[in-house]
């Protein structure tokens, strides 16, 4: 069928374009790729697409784990504790969706 | 789901864990907030890959472009992450071009890499064969000196 062709032309350019940008993550694309999939709305996600979602959790959870650290350096503590992310979420508008996602 | 599918659709808690020492490095973090910073991650993930989807589906494409994936960042609040992705992704495209180039290189020249290989093999040795007989003639050179200085200070002595 045609459509089908189509799609395995595209997923074979997709794939040599995929090397570029593989090792630029410190988190595994491969995975993100396969949480991508799990939707099964989706047909295709490109390299670049994987590796812009990869790029943005990495920056998320740097900038939401810095700022849980203000917190333990000001209680004056050692040891980075889950109050101290709770508390980000609570006091930070940036991170107000994460009080309505179950997290346990 | 089985385990290995729960396995493999969510971020590696280990390489998280590397991930959190080097946004911190030196302080230690207890293990309820590793495990929170996890489920962070998958949730992050699931929830913009889920908008980048639904961005994509709208505009009837099959495939989820970065496109789809920076307007679903601004959607959900992260515009703020717009610019320096924006940004990382101009840095990747430079890099695929350059490739490009290269292997472009490698067309133009009409040689096979094996053949340029050889090539390159061939200039090596010719560029060898020439430093040792600069060497050579160097050496010689010192040696006629070393003599003629010899010859000299015998015919002063005598």
Same mark, same amino acid.
């Given at each position: 069928?045609?459509?089908?062709?189509?799609?395995?032309?595209?997923?074979?350019? $997709?794939?040599? #374009?995929?090397?570029?940008?593989?090792?630029?993550?410190?988190?595994?694309?491969?995975?993100?790729?396969?949480?991508?999939?799990?939707?099964?709305?989706?047909?295709?996600?490109?390299?670049?697409?994987?590796?812009?979602?990869?790029?943005?959790? =990495?920056?998320?959870?740097?900038?939401?784990?810095?700022?849980?650290?203000?917190?333990?350096?000001?209680?004056?503590? *050692?040891?980075?504790?889950?109050?101290?992310?709770?508390?980000?979420?609570?006091?930070?508008?940036? @991170?107000? @969706? $994460?009080?309505?996602?179950?997290?346990? | 789901?089985?385990? %290995?599918?729960?396995?493999?659709? #969510?971020?590696?808690?280990?390489?998280?864990?590397?991930?959190?020492?080097?946004?911190?490095?030196?302080?230690?973090?207890?293990?309820?907030?590793?495990?929170?910073?996890? #489920?962070?991650?998958?949730?992050?993930?699931?929830?913009? %890959? %889920?908008? %980048?989807?639904?961005?994509?589906?709208?505009?009837? *494409?099959?495939?989820?472009?970065?496109?789809?994936?920076?307007?679903?960042? *601004?959607?959900?609040?992260?515009?703020?992450?717009?610019?320096?992705?924006?940004?990382?992704?101009?840095?990747?495209?430079?890099? *695929?071009?350059?490739?490009?180039?290269?292997?472009?290189?490698?067309?133009?020249?009409? @040689?096979?890499?094996?053949?340029?290989?050889?090539?390159?093999?061939?200039?090596?040795?010719?560029?060898?064969?020439?430093?040792?007989?600069? =060497?050579?003639?160097?050496? #010689?050179?010192?040696?006629?000196?070393?003599?003629?200085?010899?010859?000299?200070?015998?015919?002063?002595?005598?």
């Amino acid at each position: 069928m045609a459509g089908n062709e189509e799609v395995l032309d595209e997923e074979k350019q $997709l794939n040599e #374009n995929a090397n570029a940008s593989i090792r630029l993550t410190k988190l595994p694309q491969t995975r993100v790729r396969n949480i991508i999939k799990l939707d099964h709305d989706v047909t295709l996600a490109s390299s670049e697409a994987v590796y812009l979602i990869t790029k943005t959790t =990495e920056l998320f959870v740097e900038y939401f784990t810095k700022e849980a650290h203000k917190r333990t350096v000001e209680y004056k503590r *050692k040891t980075l504790q889950r109050k101290d992310l709770d508390d980000a979420i609570k006091t930070t508008d940036h @991170f107000a @969706f $994460l009080e309505d996602i179950p997290l346990d | 789901m089985t385990d %290995s599918d729960e396995e493999s659709a #969510n971020l590696p808690r280990s390489t998280i864990q590397k991930f959190i020492k080097e946004v911190v490095p030196g302080v230690r973090v207890s293990n309820d907030a590793k495990d929170l910073i996890s #489920n962070i991650c998958n949730e992050f993930v699931h929830m913009v %890959s %889920s908008e %980048s989807n639904s961005i994509c589906s709208q505009k009837n *494409k099959k495939t989820i472009f970065p496109e789809h994936v920076i307007e679903a960042l *601004k959607n959900l609040g992260f515009e703020g992450y717009v610019g320096e992705l924006k940004k990382v992704l101009g840095d990747l495209k430079t890099e *695929k071009e350059e490739r490009k180039k290269c292997s472009k290189k490698l067309e133009k020249s009409g @040689f096979s890499l094996t053949e340029l290989e050889k090539q390159q093999k061939e200039l090596f040795e010719k560029a060898k064969e020439e430093q040792a007989r600069e =060497e050579l003639m160097e050496w #010689n050179q010192l040696v006629e000196e070393e003599k003629a200085a010899k010859h000299a200070q015998s015919s002063k002595a005598l």
